[in-house]
C-alpha cells in the first residue's frame, strides 16, 4: 500500500509561482511519481512524469502546454515528487492530484491550484 499526500496548492497571481508536493508513505518500490490536473468541468488530464530510468534525476514528460513552465523533480529517496510551477496562467488552474506506480496506480487526495488574472 502507499499513501499519498500532496501539499502547496493555493492561490496564485497569473504570472507567479508556485510547488506542489507528494510525500509518499508504506512499503512499496516506485517506478514512477507524476501530476495529474482536473480543470473545473473536464476530466483529469496529464502533466508532468518522471521515472527511474534516465539516470539519478529520472526521465521526465510533460504535457505540451506546461512544458517550458513547470518542472518535475524527485528526492534521492525516489519517495517525494515536486512540480515547481513557474509562469502560472489562469488555464493552469485545477486540482491537482498526485499518482505513483509500483505494480499498481495510487492517488493523492487532491490540492486545488487556482490562478486569477
Known amino acids: 500500500q502507499v499513501q499519498l499526500v500532496e501539499s502547496g496548492g493555493g492561490l496564485v497571481q497569473a504570472g507567479g509561482s508556485l510547488r506542489l508536493s507528494c510525500a509518499a508513505s508504506?512499503?512499496?518500490?516506485?517506478?514512477?511519481m507524476g501530476w495529474y490536473r482536473q480543470p473545473p468541468g473536464k476530466q483529469r488530464e496529464f502533466v508532468a512524469g518522471?521515472?527511474?530510468?534516465?539516470?539519478?534525476?529520472?526521465?521526465?514528460d510533460y504535457v505540451d502546454s506546461v512544458k517550458g513552465r513547470f518542472t518535475i523533480s524527485r528526492d534521492s529517496a525516489k519517495t517525494t515528487v515536486y512540480l515547481q510551477m513557474d509562469s502560472l496562467k489562469p488555464e493552469d488552474t485545477a486540482v491537482y492530484y498526485c499518482?505513483?506506480?509500483?505494480?499498481?496506480?495510487?492517488w493523492g487526495q487532491g490540492t486545488q491550484v487556482t490562478v486569477s488574472s
Open positions: 499518482y505513483a506506480r509500483t505494480q499498481l496506480s495510487y
Open positions: 508504506g512499503s512499496f518500490n516506485i517506478k514512477y
Open positions: 518522471i521515472t527511474t530510468t534516465g539516470g539519478s534525476t529520472g526521465s521526465t
